[in-house]
Nanobody, 120 residues
Framework: QVQLVESGGGLVQAGGSLRLSCAAS????????MGWFRQAPGKEREFVAA????????YYADSVKGRFTISRDNAKNTVYLQMNSLKPEDTAVYYC?????????????WGKGTLVTVSS
């Protein structure tokens, strides 16, 4: 069992940066691949980024490639999402998830989300 708690969301102007954190509890955190997803108002939840259990492999949605960076610190049971050059269309609730899939249906555990609002 893995419990996930996101933090770091907030209001930022377009072009700005935020770093999201996802703290995990449970001794098996380091064995899980992790992902970030987001859901904008009126839209379906979508994949943003993923990282392998070791941190050696990362994956990104085309819409965030080159602007967002996912990383993890297994000693701290934490995964991060550094978001730079933010755009108004990045506004969404961002969710952390544990699991090896890169789609909503395939992840094993979810956090409750943190809201990111990007103003123009």
């Amino acid at each position: 069992q893995v419990q996930l708690v996101e933090s770091g969301g907030g209001l930022v102007q377009a072009g700005g940066s935020l770093r999201l954190s996802c703290a995990a509890s449970g001794r098996t955190f380091s064995s899980y691949a992790m992902g970030w997803f987001r859901q904008a108002p009126g839209k379906e939840r979508e994949f943003v980024a993923a990282i392998s259990w070791s941190g050696g492999s990362t994956y990104y949605a085309d819409s965030v490639k080159g602007r967002f960076t996912i990383s993890r610190d297994n000693a701290k049971n934490t995964v991060y999402l550094q978001m730079n050059s933010l755009k108004p269309e990045d506004t969404a609730v961002y969710y952390c998830a544990a699991g090896s899939a890169r789609n909503v249906d395939g992840m094993d555990y979810w956090g409750k989300g943190t809201l990111v609002t990007v103003s123009s």
